[in-house]
Antibody
Framework: EVQLVQSGAEVKKPGESLRISCKGSGYNFANYWILWVRQMPGKGLEWMGRISPSDSYTIYSPSFQGHVKMTVDKSVTTAYLEWSSLQASDSAMYFC???????????WGLGALVTVSS | QSALAQPASVSGSPGQSISISCTGTGGDIGRYNYISWYQQHPGKAPKLIIFDVDNRPSGVSTRFSGSKSGNTASLTISGLQAEDEADYYCSSFTSFDTDVFGTGTQVTVL
């Protein structure tokens, strides 16, 4: 079974760093991109960017470029989303999904809730 | 990259058919057939229900169908059922080598 397992909920203070993870299994991890999506409370889906596990090539949405970093460790079939300095506005649910290079996001992880509050 | 435009809400009675539109530009929907639709129930992860305009993944009900004309894509749900009550999002590949989601549509079964 193809699945993506995400790390658990996090509660952080503004200015702290954070790394959340997304572990793929049941398929050739290197052959598909990993997509990251933000969903703020009560809002819609936002495309953050995607990373290729084969060579770590990354494409970011201009809205997120410079504020988050996507990395991958294909030896443990895991992708990561990192913040060096969190802001309250980063509070959201973050989903990862397996992606073909041209859309088609399937399957999705269950999501990781990030709460940033002083 | 602006979000694709979807109606905020659509409703219908059980057994009826409803359609959700998704309007983009010549740089996304109008240019590519890489259009997908996702269903999201409250508190759950999104689920792929249509890809490449009109293709259903294995296991997705045949009551879901997709189409495209010009810069607008559409999702049709026929034989509406209570379990179809959810949020629906379209997405399209873009000329910037990114993807963009729609604003989302809440479907209510009356």
């Amino acid at each position: 079974e193809v699945q993506l397992v995400q790390s658990g909920a996090e509660v952080k203070k503004p200015g702290e760093s954070l790394r959340i993870s997304c572990k793929g299994s049941g398929y050739n991890f290197a052959n598909y991109w990993i997509l990251w999506v933000r969903q703020m409370p009560g809002k819609g889906l936002e495309w953050m960017g995607r990373i290729s596990p084969s060579d770590s090539y990354t494409i970011y949405s201009p809205s997120f470029q410079g504020h988050v970093k996507m990395t991958v460790d294909k030896s443990v079939t895991t992708a990561y989303l990192e913040w060096s300095s969190l802001q309250a506005s980063d509070s959201a649910m973050y989903f990862c999904a397996r992606a073909r290079g041209t859309g088609r996001f399937d399957p999705w992880g269950l999501g990781a809730l990030v709460t940033v509050s002083s | 990259q602006s979000a694709l435009a979807q109606p905020a809400s659509v409703s219908g009675s059980p057994g009826q058919s409803i359609s959700i539109s998704c309007t983009g530009t010549g740089g996304d929907i109008g240019r590519y057939n890489y259009i997908s639709w996702y269903q999201q129930h409250p508190g759950k992860a999104p689920k792929l229900i249509i890809f490449d305009v009109d293709n259903r993944p294995s296991g997705v009900s045949t009551r879901f169908s997709g189409s495209k004309s010009g810069n607008t894509a559409s999702l049709t749900i026929s034989g509406l059922q209570a379990e179809d009550e959810a949020d629906y999002y379209c997405s399209s590949f873009t000329s910037f080598d990114t993807d963009v989601f729609g604003t989302g549509t809440q479907v209510t079964v009356l």
